[in-house]
């Protein structure tokens, strides 16, 4: 009886373990999904997903005691056409969806937002489109949501991540969302990584308070059209290894709170309207390099901090400037010529050449398609449009606005 015994033990050891059994719900939804999915990858998971033992199909993953099916990757299967959403709606007990490097298209099913379990969606990397919706609210469970490279547009909806707080990676790049960054961002208090890089989003970036998320370490807004300066709150993320704002409408100076990121590795601030001089405090910054465009380091390109292209950071000295796609940013009595010229700010400035922007007191501005504001200028050529007051304008098609007096011409 010892001896029966202990072959058994042996044997317990030896002998692989026995699958999950596949839940019955879990095995009808499945079979579904494979009836409703198209592209040439379809065939495939029609011919692999056979027989009752739904576990150990391709892509799929169970619970080792219940058998039901909590992941479905079918991650670069060459599957197209809609995302079969009442089949999916079918597998409650989902935690993990992974779609992504497909053809889906259209828009999301409504039924993918009754998987309230669902705690990581990846549909990147397909042709999926339309708006998102407010039901998106409703998956509050989600830890991922990756939605990047797909053709969604408007806005991101303000309602949707209030409810959202155990997301800790948001990744929506390369789509088409448009308007401002949504305040409910704030409150996103687990997140770690914010990834909304080419889009068309507009408006303050101050709008979202990122004081409200301490666990962030990445943030790359990129290639968007925010304006504004950097929101003092990025100052309170102090696990920040990565900031990329580059290739926005970003204004005023580079604050000194950026030497207190203590982890911060790779900064870019390239291709915005920021001024000034790079802090002293960022040399406390020991992990960033120095080499600029590459990461880790420190980008700054194409900002008037340095003179690249035409671009002159001024003093209080009269200064004279020649050329073409110039920008003043401050200063007094400066004589600029040229063509495509853009005085920021200053006072009693000469102006001649052509498709300048003028803003100030006292400039002369002469010859055509200038775009001048403020008080005092005495303006004169054609096709200028002035508004402001006590402007003196000679010349003829202009568009005169405010209290200005025409001198001559019309």
Same mark, same amino acid.
């Given at each position: ?5 202990? @072959? ?125 919706? +407010? ?7 989600? %830890? ?22 155990? @997301? ?32 068309? @989003?507009?408006?303050?970036? +101050? ?80 992990? @960033?390099? %120095? ?59 000469? $102006?001649?050449?052509?498709?300048? &922007? ?6 002369? &501005?002469?010859?055509?398609?200038? &775009?001048?504001?403020? +008080? ?16 003196? $304008?000679?010349?003829?098609?202009? &568009? ?7 001198? %001559?011409?019309?």
């Amino acid at each position: 009886m010892a001896k029966s015994w202990l @072959l058994l033990f042996c044997l317990a050891f030896l002998l692989p373990a026995a699958s999950a059994t596949c839940h019955p719900d879990d095995l009808r939804a499945l079979r579904g999904l494979a009836r409703n999915l198209r592209g040439g990858g379809a065939a495939h998971l029609h011919s692999v997903w056979s027989g009752a033992s739904c576990c150990d199909w391709e892509g799929v993953g169970c619970h080792g005691a219940s058998g039901r099916v909590t992941a479905l990757r079918l991650h670069g299967h060459g599957l197209a056409g809609p995302i079969p959403g009442a089949s999916l709606a079918g597998l409650i007990r989902l935690e993990e969806l992974f779609l992504g490097s497909n053809s889906f298209a259209g828009t999301l099913p409504d039924e993918l937002f009754s998987l309230a379990g669902l705690r990581r969606l990846s549909l990147a990397s397909n042709n999926l489109a339309g708006q998102l919706s +407010s039901r998106l609210s409703d998956l509050i469970n989600l %830890t991922l949501l990756d939605l990047s490279i797909n053709h969604f547009s408007g806005h991101l909806p303000d309602n949707v991540f209030r409810d959202l707080m155990s @997301l800790e990676h948001l990744v929506a790049h390369s789509n088409g969302f448009s308007g401002s960054l949504p305040p409910s961002l704030s409150s996103l208090s687990s997140l770690r990584e914010l990834n909304l890089r080419n889009n068309s @989003l507009s408006g303050p970036i +101050s709008h979202v308070n990122f004081s409200g998320m301490p666990l962030l370490a990445s943030v790359d807004l990129s290639t968007n059209y925010l304006n504004g300066l950097l929101p003092v709150s990025l100052a309170d993320c102090g696990e920040l290894r990565s900031l990329s704002l580059a290739n926005n409408r970003l204004v005023g100076t580079i604050p000194s709170w950026i030497g207190e990121l203590d982890h911060l590795h790779y900064l870019d601030l390239s291709n915005n309207s920021m001024i000034g001089k790079v802090p002293k405090s960022s040399t406390r910054l020991k992990g @960033l390099a %120095t080499v600029v465009g590459h990461s880790p380091g420190m980008a700054f390109t194409n900002m008037p901090l340095y003179e690249k292209r035409n671009r002159r950071i001024l003093g209080q000295q009269p200064n004279v400037i020649s050329g073409s796609r110039n920008t003043i940013r401050s200063g007094t009595n400066n004589v600029l010529s040229g063509n495509d010229n853009t005085v920021i700010s200053g006072n009693d400035n000469v $102006v001649t050449g052509s498709n300048n &922007v003028v803003s100030g007191s006292g400039n002369v &501005v002469t010859e055509r398609n200038h &775009v001048v504001s403020g +008080s005092d200028n005495v303006v004169s050529g054609r096709n200028n449009v002035v508004n402001g007051s006590n402007n003196v $304008v000679s010349g003829r098609n202009h &568009v005169v606005s405010g209290n200005n007096k025409v001198v %001559t011409g019309g």
